[in-house]
């Protein structure tokens, strides 16, 4: 079956911009993560999705990051006002049940997003 | 604060085995995961420990050790194509948030 996608697969874009993120997980799957990842370094949690649940959004930097998921499926991130510090890949994974950080987690290919 | 770390790069030939380290730092505990990322590519899920003991998985094995907030992972008969990035994660705060070591890079020589 199709893994996680993300779309586009490369972002440039100009200081100030908005820009928005897509990620489509996994059929079934009721978990979706967004993670950012800037070179050579770990992966930084930003939100998670459950179902019908209130999100996690512990993670989002500043309130210009913001993410929903619509129907407990698609889900969009969006950054307003890009700064450079924000270029960064960003990876969207998905799992099957609710059980946060324990079951395995399905990565996307993620989003490389240039600020200039 | 929580933090996990990891060496930050580890060299060996083909045929080899070698070991990853992991110590953390968390408030609240659940377990320990493994993941790895070849250039460019996602990460992919190796293994996961909840309980101390090793978790053996074909050529991988990962191992927790709760008392001393350690754990590492175990490749053996490197292969050219385990070349990559290797992350270890846990999941914190009510365990939605999995956070993740800065990933030690491994290299396997001929």
């Known amino acids: 079956g199709a893994g996680v996608s993300q779309s586009p697969s490369n972002k440039v874009t100009e200081k100030g911009k908005d820009v928005e993120l897509r990620c489509d997980p996994i059929s079934g799957h009721t978990a979706l993560y967004w993670y950012r990842q800037s070179l050579g370094q770990g992966l930084e949690f930003l939100i998670y999705f459950q179902g019908n649940s209130a999100p996690d959004k512990s993670g989002l930097p500043s309130d210009r990051f913001s993410a929903e998921r619509t129907g407990g499926s698609v889900s969009t991130l969006t950054i307003q006002r890009t700064q450079q510090e924000d270029s960064a890949v960003y990876l969207c994974?998905?799992?099957?049940?609710?059980?946060?950080?324990?079951?395995?987690?399905?990565f996307g290919p993620g989003t490389r997003l240039t600020v200039l | 604060g929580q933090s996990l770390e990891q060496p930050s790069e580890v060299t060996a030939v083909e045929g080899a085995i070698v070991q990853i380290n992991c110590t953390y730092q968390t408030s609240g505990f659940y377990g320990l995961s493994w993941y790895q990322q070849h250039d460019g590519g996602a990460p992919t899920f190796l293994s996961y420990?909840?309980?101390?003991g090793l978790e053996e998985t074909g050529r991988f094995s990962s191992f927790l050790s709760r008392s001393d907030s350690y754990g590492y992972l175990l490749l053996q008969e490197l292969q050219m194509k385990d070349s990559a990035s290797y992350f270890c994660?846990?999941?914190?705060?009510?365990?939605?948030?999995?956070?993740f070591g800065a990933g030690t890079r491994l290299a396997v020589h001929p």
């Open positions: 994974a998905s799992s099957l049940a609710g059980t946060g950080g324990l079951n395995e987690q399905f």
């Open positions: 420990n909840a309980l101390d």
């Open positions: 994660a846990a999941p914190v705060g009510g365990y939605n948030k999995l956070i």
